[in-house]
């Protein structure tokens, strides 16, 4: 409930007093020189050693306890030569490969010579003999494939191992035939991602926003050096922790998109309060240490919840998973402490001459109207920035010129005042609209046929598909564990998986089954009819695992097993789906927690939690539409329909839930600040509305822009991630903030503050926005 009148004069009454975030950003404003000096020598420390001993990325994951990593390891123990990671070389000519058999011959020996090599197996037959059907040689002798088995994943073996396999076919493209490298070869030779475009993009984007904003080419500025340094320093960490442990390919990308953007963001936020509190009369160092105390509370606490968010990721018990969770956390991290403490000592450094070159006339926030009672609404003391006895009115909305009740923002904030109901219910119809597809949302795996056809993975699946069929580009193994099976049990058994394996549903050919040397094991290639991100042969894969195979060892004591890459891929699919909800319910249970620990209000919490899940809905509704359904996919470089990656939903949705608390507390804190002030919830609400629609605009559009610009990377997952995000972000801040939270707030009224007396005793006090203290030195 209200604050009664004798509480908000002991408020006004008493001294605010100096925390730590005021100490340090008001040092570092004073002491510019030895804090920026000291962040470009842990720039270059920390560059130079990334460079010296710094790790590099892969995708090379196991996945203990599934069915295809036990699998591996059967087949590993007992026949060395079949197990392994396998990849394919494929090649094609207009002219029968047969003519080409010295060279292919010459190209095999090559490469089982390699290190890393378990066997490489020649596609064609001995001279003479014709090639068996359902072999490695097409029915037309014009495309053929080696198998390659490897000892580890080929894909973290390096470019300096990618030059020995291109020596090893040499002959063959001397000779004119086309070799292309597919599965985890194929990776390898993949071009090294090159993300500049997407970040220039992202900038440019950034500056013209920043501009428009601010209105101040130094104000732009700032905050996009602030955000590079500290996206560069962690990026510059996270190889050093790829030293110790691997990290995804796509973990460096992600990491500087998040990085990029909470940076701009929580820079933004800063720099506003500060330029509106020099404005106000404050001194630069005063007026940073204020903006630090104030906003970069704010900052703080959201920074913290985006890491806590990530973190979640780790109750997926996938080490994947954390791992790209950590990647993210390490440039949030950096993110939050360079706008702490670089940012302030660059506005101290640039001082009062922050303005010095403009596009149009700068602005700090924005105008906001009178409470109703002639004091402006600043945090509830009716103070300035400037005299010591409040909090100041550069986030509030008010300036020194006075209020202004005119404005675009606050006439819109009357209306949703007003109708509530209309602005809550169009807002929900929005988001029910956009996650319509949701329910037809297939995981998957994306395979390397949406890969761009200058990828040679991209033409080796192509023409495996041509020639082979689309699945001969994920084959499955199958193995058998019979080394408890008593010898003379044995022929009947593998004579019963033969059979079994005929005739199966959803395959295009089966191999006949070979023995391992030792006789312990059974194992066969089975071929999918349809490509390996097809739901069909993911159907397959449990098929045979949970259904054939068990059938055909029935009342035997052999082990039954389905593995390879796709179907690895799968398990992984399976894993991932059973560990989608208790992601959710601990990500959403730590965004119910920080709202209600820091505004110390159930039904805020409550509404805070509930509303990110409708908007999260509908930004996966709008993946599933435009990868799934392809509405739009070939424009952004996608080739065909693909499945979504199964990891992405799970990496959103805490990456979004977290993002999303930089509004949330942006906005209910002013709520908060203007209802403990006059008691009038529905002004409240108003008066929060339009203070800060502008700066989150600015804020969001800034975030979309980085996001969005990543839909230009060559990788699909990447582009899905970038869009996800961006539509994610743009949803929240528009539909969202501007629609759901404000109709919300505004139908709850009053009893949106109400804490039990039992919760609040056990409650900590949060002081989000540092409201207790001011810009004014007084002692």
């Given amino acids: 409930m209200a604050s009664s009148a004798s509480d908000r004069s002991e408020r006004r009454a008493a001294a605010p007093r100096r925390g730590l975030l005021w100490r340090v950003g008001g040092w570092c404003a004073r002491h510019p020189v030895v804090v920026i000096v000291g962040w470009l020598l842990v720039l270059a420390g ?97 495309t053929a494939y080696i198998t390659v088995r490897f000892d580890e994943n080929p894909s973290t073996l390096g470019t300096g191992y990618l030059s020995r396999v291109d020596a090893a076919v040499a002959p063959l493209r001397q000779a004119g035939v086309q070799v292309e490298y597919g599965g985890p070869l194929g990776e390898l030779a993949r071009p090294a991602p090159d993300d500049r475009v997407s970040e220039l993009i992202g900038f440019a984007v950034a500056v013209l926003v920043l501009l428009a904003g601010f209105g101040s080419v ?87 919840t985006v890491v806590i968010a990530l973190a979640g990721l780790s109750v997926s018990g996938i080490g ?44 700090a926030e924005g105008t906001s109207a009178k409470d109703g009672t002639g004091a402006s609404a600043r945090d509830g003391t009716g103070a300035s920035a400037a005299d010591g006895t409040g909090a100041s009115s550069a986030e509030d909305g008010t300036s020194s010129d006075g209020p202004s009740a005119d404005g675009v923002w606050h006439r819109y904030a009357r209306r949703v005042e007003h109708r509530p109901w209309w602005y809550l219910a169009a807002g929900l119809a929005t988001v029910v609209i956009l996650a319509v597809p949701l329910p037809s949302i297939q995981l998957g795996h994306i395979g390397d046929g949406a890969d761009p056809t200058s990828f040679t993975d991209r033409r ?4 495996m598909s041509a020639a082979f069929g689309p699945g001969s580009n994920g084959p499955l193994t199958v193995v058998v564990d019979q080394s408890a099976v008593p010898a003379a049990n044995r022929p009947a058994l593998a004579s019963s998986v033969q059979q079994a394996l005929t005739g199966v549903p959803n395959t295009a050919s089966t191999a006949p089954l070979q023995t391992s040397g030792d006789g312990a094991v059974l194992f066969t290639t089975v071929v999918p009819a349809q490509a390996p991100q097809d739901r069909a042969t993911t159907d397959l894969v449990g098929h045979l695992a949970d259904t054939v195979l068990p059938d055909a060892v029935a009342g035997t004591a052999a082990a039954t097993y389905v593995t390879g890459t796709t179907a690895a891929q799968v398990d992984f699919l399976d894993l991932v789906a059973s560990r989608l909800l208790p992601i959710i319910a601990v990500v959403v249970g730590l965004a119910f927690l920080i709202i209600l620990v820091v505004f110390r209000a159930p039904l805020v919490a409550l509404k805070a ?39 992405v939903p799970m990496m959103m949705f805490a990456i979004v839930f977290g993002l999303s608390m930089d509004y949330e507390v942006f906005l209910l804190s002013r709520v908060h600040e203007r209802w403990r002030a006059t008691g009038d919830s529905r002004g409240a609400v108003a008066h929060a509305l339009e203070t800060t629609a502008r700066v989150i605009g600015c804020a969001a559009l800034i975030m979309v822009s980085v996001f969005a610009a990543f839909i230009v990377s060559d990788n699909v997952v990447i582009k899905m991630m970038g869009l996800g995000l961006a539509v994610s972000v743009l949803i929240d801040a528009t539909v969202v903030r501007l629609l759901m939270v404000p109709a919300a707030m505004t139908l709850l009224g009053g009893s949106a503050w109400w804490t039990p007396r039992w919760l609040d005793r056990i409650l900590p006090h949060i002081d989000a926005e540092g409201n207790n203290a001011s810009p004014a030195d007084r002692s």
Avoid at 460 to 463: I, P, Q, W, Y
């Fill in 218 to 304: 130094v104000a732009a500025g700032l905050p996009l050096v602030s955000a590079l340094v500290a996206v560069v320093v962690g990026l510059g960490l996270l190889g050093l922790l790829a030293a110790l442990t691997t990290f995804a390919t796509v973990a460096p990308t992600l990491a500087t998109m998040i990085g990029l953007g909470v940076g701009i963001d929580y820079a933004l936020f800063l720099l506003t309060r500060h330029r509106q509190n020099l404005m106000d009369g404050a001194d630069p160092p005063t007026a940073a240490g204020h903006a630090v105390a104030t906003s970069g509370r704010a900052v703080l606490i959201s920074g913290c």
């Fill in 46 to 142: 920390v560059q130079v050693a990334d460079r010296t001993v710094g790790g590099t990325y892969s995708d090379d994951f196991s996945l203990p306890g599934t069915q295809a990593q036990d699998g591996r390891d059967v087949l590993q123990a007992h026949e060395p030569a079949a197990g392994g990671t396998s990849a394919q070389v494929v090649l094609h000519d207009d002219q029968p490969l047969t003519a080409f058999q010295a060279q292919v011959d010459q190209a095999v020996t090559s490469l089982q010579h390699l290190p890393h090599v378990l066997s490489a197996q020649d596609p064609l037959p001995p001279p003479g003999q014709s090639a068996p059907p359902g072999g490695a040689l097409s029915s037309d002798g014009r």
């Fill in 460 to 463: 080796a699946f192509d023409l």
């Fill in 609 to 647: 939690a509930v509303l990110n899940l409708v908007s999260i809905a509908a930004s996966y509704g709008v993946l599933v539409a435009v990868f799934q359904w392809g509405w739009g996919g070939p424009t952004l470089g996608v080739s065909g329909k693909v499945p979504i990656e199964s990891y």
């Fill in 320 to 363: 994947f998973m954390a791992k790209l969770g950590l990647a993210a956390g390490v440039t949030v991290v950096t993110a939050v402490c360079g706008a702490l403490t670089l940012l302030p000592a660059t506005m101290g450094l640039i001082g009062r001459r922050m303005d010095r070159f403009t596009v149009r006339t700068p602005v």
